[in-house]
């Protein structure tokens, strides 16, 4: 299957700072990544679609301006925590797919984020 | 959009018994429905997958069955195995292209 690689795996910071995390599809390239959150026992919340060279889809609910979302290649998505809060604290996973009309969706390994 | 529910919440079977787990969908012009499996503190990891033109799909211990009329779709695990313990999400891709998941099973298997 497809590799999908997320960098960091965790990080803590204080509150009020930003946080960059980085998502790569290493063996295939990627019009589209999908930015999922992920809290303590519950299911993977859809957060923002993020589409190669163009603006991000965000769900409603997710605060654009809070969390940036840049796809600047096809193989590579930011996501950028900004001025972070403990309520912020949770598991940010991203994924993407070979085609995505096809459906098949490859996770990276995620990132636990911890804001104090 | 899309309401995915999935039951049960907890499934404790022994170790060797099948395990069912089900869920329910709204949109009737979904087209994907893939299965996840999470162990604590790491990815969803694919499993199975079923497209809308099948009915039935089937991988050694695993299995899927799509009832498109009554919108609903099953994971079903044979020989059942310690291993098997873990966090089972199902799926659904429909009108867009993003997945709406399940709330999650957590399977544990019982040696």
């Known amino acids: 299957g497809a590799v999908v690689s997320q960098h960091p795996s965790w990080v803590i910071c204080k509150s009020g700072t930003s946080v960059k995390i980085e998502c790569r599809s290493l063996?295939?390239?990627?019009?589209?990544m999908f930015w999922y959150r992920q809290f303590p026992k519950q299911s993977l919340m859809l957060m923002a679609t993020s589409n190669e060279g163009s603006k991000a889809t965000y769900e409603q609910g997710v605060e654009k301006d809070k969390f940036l979302i840049n796809h600047a290649s096809l193989t590579l998505s930011t996501l950028t925590v900004t001025s972070a809060h403990p309520e912020d604290s949770s598991f940010y996973i991203c994924?993407?797919?070979?085609?995505?009309?096809?459906?098949?969706?490859?996770f990276g390994p995620g990132t636990r984020l911890l804001v104090l | 959009g899309e309401n995915v529910e999935q039951h049960p919440s907890t499934l404790s079977v022994q170790e060797g018994d099948s395990a069912v787990i089900k869920c329910t969908y709204s949109d009737s012009a979904s087209n994907y429905f893939p299965w996840y499996k999470q162990e604590l503190g790491k990815r969803p990891q694919l499993i199975i997958d079923?497209?809308?033109?099948?009915g039935e799909k089937k991988d050694q211990r695993i299995a899927v069955t799509l009832n498109k009329t009554a919108k609903h779709f099953s994971l079903h695990i044979t020989e059942t195995q310690p291993e098997d313990s873990a966090v089972y999400f199902c799926a659904t891709r429909g009108s867009a292209r993003q997945l709406t998941f399940g709330s999650g099973t957590q399977l544990t298997v019982l040696p």
């Open positions: 079923i497209r809308s033109n099948v």
């Open positions: 994924s993407a797919g070979l085609a995505p009309s096809q459906g098949t969706q490859y």
């Open positions: 063996d295939f390239q990627a019009t589209t």
